[in-house]
């Protein structure tokens, strides 16, 4: 059964404090990986797409990382702006798209 | 960047009346629109693909005649909830993909609009 986990469920972090967001999935071929950040009340903004293992995007202070069956979503140095639930979501090779339920990140000053 | 507008942004309504949720594509054309539903703390579940000039694709579960979606030009697509319940109270997301770009297969968001039925 295709699916996508995340964890943890949500995370807070002093600012400064850098950690990692795990996005594991099982499908049944993957077209490509993609992370979003999601501010409360809002739709899901693009992050970063990895389309193969061993692939990294980097944006500011985010990294996110892709092996054949996890990515991370690194987070370095955070800031209380990154405060925002992190959803990642996997493309089947049926094109159907399977979202996690989100990490809910907190950055305390 | 491609853009999705979504309309209108929040709307409570009384029990029993119908609601339309517009989402437009602003640079770009999209025959493929998505529509979500999303819970409180969970995640985002697919509702239905919207097809321009054809009838949508419901996922199993979803009531079509509940949710009627109508996808009338290249850059719109309406969601209507029919006699609307306090149980249809959500936060509902449309998506599109824009096929210009070279991630073609990113998926770019609405802003949402949160219903709330009295």
């Known amino acids: ?109 | 960047g491609a853009v999705v507008s979504q309309h209108p942004s929040w709307v409570i309504c009384k029990s029993g009346t119908s609601v339309k949720i517009e989402c437009r594509s602003l640079d770009f054309q999209a025959t493929t629109m998505f529509w979500y539903r999303q819970f409180p703390k969970q995640s985002l579940m697919l509702m239905a693909t919207s097809n321009e000039g054809s009838k949508a694709t419901y996922e199993q579960g979803v009531e079509k005649d509940k949710f009627l979606i109508n996808h009338a030009s290249l850059t719109l697509s309406t969601l209507t909830v029919t006699s609307a319940h306090p149980e249809d109270s959500s936060f509902y997301i449309c998506s599109a993909r824009d096929q210009r770009l070279p991630g073609a297969n990113v998926l770019t968001f609405g802003a949402g609009s949160r219903l709330t039925v009295l």
């Not at chain 1, 995340?6 to 993609?34: D, H, I, K, M, W």
């Not at chain 1, 693009?46 to 987070?75: M, P, W």
């Not at chain 1, 992190?86 to 000053?109: D, E, K």
């Open chain 1, 1 to 109: 059964e295709d699916q996508v986990t995340q964890s943890p469920e949500a995370l807070r972090l002093q600012e400064g404090e850098s950690s990692s967001l795990n996005c594991s999935y099982t499908v049944s071929g993957l077209r490509g990986l993609f992370w979003y950040r999601q501010d409360p009340g809002k739709g899901p903004e693009f992050l970063f797409t990895l389309y193969s293992a061993g692939e990294e995007k980097e944006k500011e202070r985010l990294k996110a990382t892709l092996t054949k069956k996890e990515s991370f979503l690194h987070i370095t140095a955070p800031k209380p702006e990154d405060s925002a639930t992190y959803l990642c979501a996997v493309q089947a090779f049926g094109n159907q798209f399977y979202f996690g339920t989100g990490t809910s990140l907190t950055v305390i000053p």
